[in-house]
C-alpha cells in the first residue's frame, strides 16, 4: 500500500497494539495478523509492553463501534457501508443481526492487499454478507457501489472513519452531498473530522509536515458539524474522544468546552436523516 492507502497500515497497528492490552476496548485479529506479517519486531514490542500511545484511535475505534451497534438495533436498518474503509475488521470482528449486507469501499489497491490476507487467513464474516467496493471518493463511486448490490431505497448504516481530512472541503462535503443522496428514511451516519484549529496547533505541525512530504497532506477540516450537516439534511450529535464512554483512564487529548476557542479539536458525530 502506498499514499493514501498506506494510512490503513497505521490504523491497524493502532488496532493490533489495542488488542495487546489487557484492558483492551475491543479485538482485532485481522490488525494482528497484519502486522504478524508486515512488521513482526514492533509486534513482539507491543506484546513485551502494551503502550498508551494509540489510545485515541482505540477511543475512537470504540466509538463507532457503539454507533453500528446502536444503528444496527432499529430493525429497518440491515444494509451498512464503511466509506474508505482500509483494513476495517468490523465484518470478522462484530455480531450482526441476521441478513445484514455490508459494503466495504477503498481504492483497489487497498482492498486487493486486504483481500489478499483475508484469504490467507481464512477469516471469515461473523454474521453478515460482505461485499467490497474497488472504488476512488472523488470518482463516480455511487454506480461502483451499486452494482455491488447496494440498495439506495433501504436505509443505510454509513460509516466515515478517518477519511476526510485526507480530502480538500469540497471533496469532504462531496462525499457527505452523495450519500446523502443514497440514504433512504432511517439511514445514520457515523463520521469523524477534525476542526480548523488542528491546523494551527503547534504540537501537530511536525505531523502535518510529514504528510505533507510523504504524500497524504491532512487538507480540510469543519468548524461547527452540527451545522455543516444539517445543511445536507442530518440531525448530528457531536462528541470528542474525551467525552466517550470507555475514554476514562485513557491518554486522549482533555479538551475543553467547545466555548473554548483556538482548541485543536477531532469529532466525532452520530447523525440521523431528518429528510
Ligand atoms: C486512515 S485510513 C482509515 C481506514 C478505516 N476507515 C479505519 O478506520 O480503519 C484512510 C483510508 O482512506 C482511504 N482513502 C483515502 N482517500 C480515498 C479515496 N479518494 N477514495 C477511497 N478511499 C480513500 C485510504 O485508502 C485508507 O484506507
Keep these: 500500500m502506498s499514499g493514501v492507502g498506506a494510512t490503513a497500515a497505521w490504523i491497524a497497528y493502532a488496532r493490533a497494539a489495542e488488542t495487546l492490552r489487557t484492558d483492551r476496548l475491543f479485538t482485532d485479529p485481522l490488525a494482528v495478523a497484519f502486522m504478524e506479517r508486515t512488521n513482526a519486531e514492533l509486534l513482539a514490542q507491543l506484546r513485551a509492553s502494551p503502550t498508551s500511545r494509540f489510545d485515541v484511535l482505540a477511543v475512537r475505534t470504540k466509538y463507532f463501534d ?24 468490523r465484518a470478522f470482528r462484530l455480531e450482526w443481526p441476521a441478513g445484514t449486507r455490508l459494503f466495504e469501499l477503498d481504492l483497489p489497491e487497498v482492498l486487493a492487499e486486504k483481500e489478499l490476507l483475508v484469504q490467507e487467513c481464512d477469516f471469515a464474516p461473523t454474521s453478515c ?71 494551527r496547533a503547534p504540537w501537530m505541525q511536525d505531523w502535518l509536515a510529514q504528510m505533507r512530504t510523504e504524500g497524504r497532506a491532512w487538507k480540510s477540516g469543519v468548524a461547527e458539524p452540527e ?30 468546552s467547545r466555548d473554548v476557542p483556538g482548541v485543536a479539536r477531532t469529532w466525532l458525530v452520530t447523525a440521523h436523516r431528518t429528510e
Excluded at 440498495?151 to 469532504?172: H, S
Design 66 to 89: 457503539d454507533y453500528l451497534a446502536a444503528a444496527l438495533a432499529a430493525p429497518a436498518v440491515r444494509q451498512v457501508v464503511l466509506l474508505a474503509a482500509g483494513l476495517d475488521c
Design 129 to 199: 454478507g460482505r461485499h467490497i467496493v474497488k472504488a476512488d471518493l472523488t470518482g463516480d463511486w455511487p454506480a461502483a457501489l451499486r452494482a455491488a448490490g447496494f440498495d439506495p431505497d433501504l436505509p443505510t448504516a454509513w460509516l466515515v472513519e478517518g477519511l476526510l481530512y485526507y480530502l480538500t472541503a469540497r471533496e469532504a462535503d462531496g462525499v457527505v452531498r452523495v450519500l446523502t443522496r443514497l440514504s433512504a428514511a432511517g439511514s445514520t451516519l457515523g463520521l469523524e473530522h477534525v476542526n480548523n484549529d488542528t491546523y
Design 227 to 256: 451545522r455543516w450537516l444539517a445543511g445536507h439534511g442530518w440531525r448530528a450529535e457531536v462528541t470528542e474522544p474525551v467525552g466517550v464512554p470507555g475514554a476514562t483512564g485513557r491518554q486522549v487529548p482533555q479538551t475543553p
